[in-house]
């Protein structure tokens, strides 16, 4: 495998793809779900790599493993009901962004704005806001709570996330990147090769990491 592993080169979008792989599926295990095409894709941008460490049926076994979960709220109607309020309010927040920016371009240019419109705007985005965080929460105590009973699945999302660390950990040399430059953003802690850079707070859900 090694002297396979020495007729490729690394560039920055085929390193990102990895990186973006080892979050999903670290991900998956907590219910923090990324769309199944985008893993794909992914997958498709580092396949002669990634090949090395998990092969075509163990890749088809993540789609499987994933779309399970990404469905498990279907199957409760509260889960279903916030999962839904969760992708309203998220597309909501989206739009009130894109609306405050037009906003402030249009002060700049005019100089003026009613301030009743801000106001307006301000309130609405808290209450958005607090309703995705709410529906946030309660989808993801809905998954905590469901996966504790599906403990192989989230294992084998773990062992491919290890797989794609041990990947990077053992080339990053001679692909001349450094430990400093390779981050990951993970919710587990308990992979080898990792060191903890920022643990979780108020504000970050996730813990940051470097690959040793």
């Given at each position: 495998m090694n002297r396979k592993m020495e007729n490729i080169k690394m560039?920055?979008?085929?390193?990102?793809s990895l990186l973006f792989l080892?979050?999903?599926?670290d991900g998956y295990t907590t219910g923090r779900n990324v769309d199944l095409k985008k893993v794909k894709i992914k997958i498709d941008e580092a396949k002669?790599?990634?090949?090395?460490k998990i092969d075509k049926t163990e890749q088809r076994r993540i789609f499987e493993?994933?779309?399970y979960i990404i469905n498990l709220p279907v199957k409760d109607s509260n889960a279903h009901f916030y999962a839904k309020i969760f992708l309203i309010t998220k597309l909501l927040l989206r739009v009130f962004i894109f609306i405050?920016?037009?906003?402030?371009?249009?002060?700049?240019s005019f100089g003026y704005l009613d301030l009743n419109i801000l106001v307006i705007l301000g309130w609405s985005t808290v209450v958005i806001i607090f309703f995705r965080w709410f529906s946030l929460t309660k989808?993801?105590?809905?998954?905590?709570?469901?996966?504790?009973s599906h403990k192989s699945k989230t294992k084998f999302l773990k062992d491919m996330t290890q797989r794609i660390i041990y990947l990077i950990s053992e080339n990053k040399e001679k692909w001349g990147l450094?430990?400093?430059n390779i981050k990951l953003h993970l919710?587990?802690?308990?992979?080898?090769?990792?060191?903890?850079?920022?643990?979780?707070?108020?504000?970050?859900?996730?813990y940051l990491v470097e690959v040793d």
């Open positions: 560039d920055k979008n085929t390193l990102n080892a979050e999903a599926f002669d790599i990634i090949k090395h493993v994933a779309d405050f920016m037009f906003l402030i371009l249009y002060i700049f989808v993801l105590e809905f998954y905590e709570r469901e996966l504790k450094k430990s400093k919710y587990n802690k308990d992979y080898e090769r990792i060191r903890v850079i920022k643990r979780p707070s108020l504000l970050r859900e996730y």
